[in-house]
């Protein structure tokens, strides 16, 4: 069983900047493929940015590359989620997510769904 517990959400303008962090804690040594995702009112969860621990190997959604960084402390077991030029399109609230995964490309495509452990969330809001 893992626990993971999001913070850093909020409401910023457009253009703003937030970090958003993950804390997990008690069986996370397994859990090598972490995870943002996000689900804005009416539409469906969405990935966002993944990290796969060991090889450091990360991956993007098409709509935040270039904006959005994601990276992993392992020695505080925390993910974080750097989100600058925050668009309105990007308000939605967001989630961390962790399981395991035998590969990269299995960390980076796998669906919300195949993820066992989430958090509770945390609201981002962004205004125009």
């Known amino acids: 069983q893992v626990q993971l517990v999001e913070s850093g959400g909020g409401s910023v303008q457009a253009g703003g900047s937030l970090r958003l962090s993950c804390a997990a804690s008690?069986?996370?040594?397994?859990?090598?493929?972490m995870g943002w995702f996000r689900q804005a009112p009416g539409k469906e969860r969405e990935g966002v940015a993944r990290?796969?621990?060991?090889?450091?190997?990360?991956y993007y959604a098409d709509s935040v590359k270039g904006r959005f960084t994601i990276s992993r402390d392992n020695a505080k077991n925390t993910v974080y989620l750097q989100m600058n030029d925050l668009k309105p399109e990007d308000t939605a609230m967001y989630y961390c997510?962790?399981?395991?995964?035998?590969?990269?490309?299995?960390?980076?495509?796998?669906?919300?769904?195949?993820?066992?452990?989430w958090g509770q969330g945390t609201q981002v809001t962004v205004s125009s």
């Open positions: 997510a962790a399981d395991h995964a035998s590969s990269d490309a299995y960390c980076n495509t796998r669906p919300p769904t195949r993820f066992g452990d």
């Open positions: 008690g069986y996370t040594y397994s859990r090598n493929c």
């Open positions: 990290i796969k621990t060991g090889s450091g190997s990360t």
